[in-house]
C-alpha cells in the first residue's frame, strides 16, 4: 500500500502531467500493490509526512502567482517530509516552486519554497521541444525522453542536476544540465509525461516509496518491451540512441 499525494491538480497539470501519476498507480497495481491519491487544494489541511510519494505538475505563471501565497504555509512540514525521504516528482512549474524564486519577464517575482538550492528566470527564448536527457538510477545510466516548453530558465546552486542533456535545453540551454535533485526529490523539465515515457524512471520511484513506507523495495519485472521501444523511437527521434 503506498499513499500519494497530487499538489494542486486543477492549476498544475500541464500537458498531461497527472499521467505521472496514472503510471505510478499503475505500475504498482499490476504488482498487487495498491495506491491511493490524495488531491490537495488550495487551502487543504495536509501532512506530506503521512506521503509516500508527491507528485507536482507543470503550471502557467499565472498558476504559479495564484498557488504562491497558498504554499507558502506548507514550506515547513514539505521540508520536514522531504528531509524524511518523502519521494517527490515534480515537473517544470513544480520544479520551479521549489526553488528560492521565479523571475516572469516583466512581472513580479514569484517566491519559491527555497528548499533546493536553485532559482529560476525567464529568459528572451521560450525553451520548446522534445529532450532526451542521461539520468544515473541506481548507479546506472538510464537515457530517458520528454517534452519540455518552459521559458523560465533554471540556475542550480548546491544541488545536483537530475543529468546531463543529450538533445534539446533543459534547465536553461547553456549548461547542459537538466533537473535538479535532491535526497527522494526529482525535478525536471520534461512532461511527456515523463513517467508513462520512461518506466525504468518510473519503478525507480515506486521503489523508493515503498522503501521509506518500510516495504520491501524489490518490484517484480514487468514485460516492457512495448514501452522500450516507445522509448527508443522517441530518443532515435532526437538522433539518441536507447541504453
Ligand atoms: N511558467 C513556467 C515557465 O514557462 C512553467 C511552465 C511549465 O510548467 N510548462 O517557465
Known sequence: MLVAGHLYPDLLNLYGDRGNLIAFARRCAWRGIPVTVREILLGDPVDFRELDFLFIGGGSDREQGILAEDLRRHRDNLREAIEGGLVVLAICGGYQILGHH?????????????????????????????CAVEVELDGRPVRVAGFENHSGQTFLGRVEPLGRVLAGYGNNGVDGLEGAR???????????PLLPKNPRMTDHLISLALGRSGQDPTLTPLDDRLEERAGAAALARLGVSGT
Open 102 to 130: 521565479y523571475q516572469p519577464a516583466g512581472e513580479q517575482v514569484i517566491p519559491g519554497l527555497g528548499l533546493l538550492d536553485f532559482y529560476t528566470q525567464a529568459g528572451s527564448k521560450r525553451l520548446i521541444g522534445n
Open 182 to 192: 535532491y535526497k527522494n526529490v526529482f525535478c525536471s523539465y520534461l512532461h511527456g
